[in-house]
């Protein structure tokens, strides 16, 4: 395996499930992102881990919990979620992002439909 | 409030050349970004910015204008598969990345 991968890359749940989405990174970098994908709106970052440690949670709701155990696996557990949560689940993964470019390589998504 | 604004949607036609705009408004700027996203696949990364003026990398060149807020990314000699979304991204003061909303490009033959 290379770059970003994400698993399931698709999943229908009811609202009182309890799922888990996993992303791995074989890149070797230290910093991995959960970002939300909406139609027609901009990324909206929720969790961010710099070597392991959560450094950002841009107010997301506890119905999403991330977990980071080692600097190439991420995880995003979820349960009780809302219909309006349904979007494409994106991970990413860089170098330090306080240096140079580091840019975001991104995993293929994980598209979430919650009935 | 942090704001990138782009084109929602452009079309342009195969062989032309196409310009899309991105400007900004971020607490703090450290650097700018262009990724494409094709429909169901994840964005790749096309080119940085932090220093103004001109970028180019084959086919694909950014410009940037840190005192406007202003950069765009220019696509020359179009090809059926640049048919994609183009994300502008801003890394703000707190080196977040602040995206816009992107911008589908349609091209035509």
């Known amino acids: 395996e290379t770059g970003v991968t994400q698993t399931p890359r698709h999943l229908v749940m009811g609202m009182t499930n309890k799922k888990s989405l996993k992303c791995e990174q074989h890149?070797?970098?230290?910093?991995m992102y959960w970002y939300k994908q909406s139609a027609k709106k901009p990324l909206e970052l929720m969790f961010v881990?710099?070597?392991?440690?959560?450094?950002e949670n841009n107010s997301v709701p506890s119905r999403f919990s991330p977990e980071c155990p080692n600097s190439s696996h991420l995880f995003l557990h979820l349960h009780t979620l809302q219909p309006e949560d349904s979007a494409l689940y994106l991970c990413?993964?860089?170098?330090?992002?306080?240096?140079?470019?580091?840019?975001?390589?991104f995993g293929p998504g994980t598209r979430l439909t919650v009935l | 409030g942090q704001n990138i604004d782009q084109p929602t949607e452009m079309t342009a036609t195969e062989g032309a050349i196409v310009q899309i705009n991105c400007t900004y408004q971020?607490?703090?700027?450290?650097?700018l970004f262009w990724y494409q996203q094709h429909a169901g696949e994840a964005p790749t990364f096309l080119s940085y910015?932090?220093l103004d003026g001109l970028e180019e990398k084959g086919r694909f060149s950014s410009f940037l204008s840190r005192s406007k807020g202003y950069s765009y990314l220019l696509l020359k000699e179009l090809q059926m598969k640049d048919s994609a979304s183009y994300l502008c991204?801003?890394?703000?003061?707190?080196?977040?990345?602040?995206w816009g909303a992107g911008t589908k490009l349609i091209i035509k033959p």
């Open positions: 990413a993964s860089s170098q330090d992002p306080g240096t140079g470019p580091n840019e975001q390589f």
């Open positions: 890149l070797g970098h230290n910093a």
């Open positions: 881990y710099n070597f392991k440690e959560q450094t």
């Open positions: 971020t607490s703090g700027f450290n650097g």
């Open positions: 910015n932090v």
């Open positions: 991204a801003v890394r703000d003061g707190n080196y977040q990345l602040i």
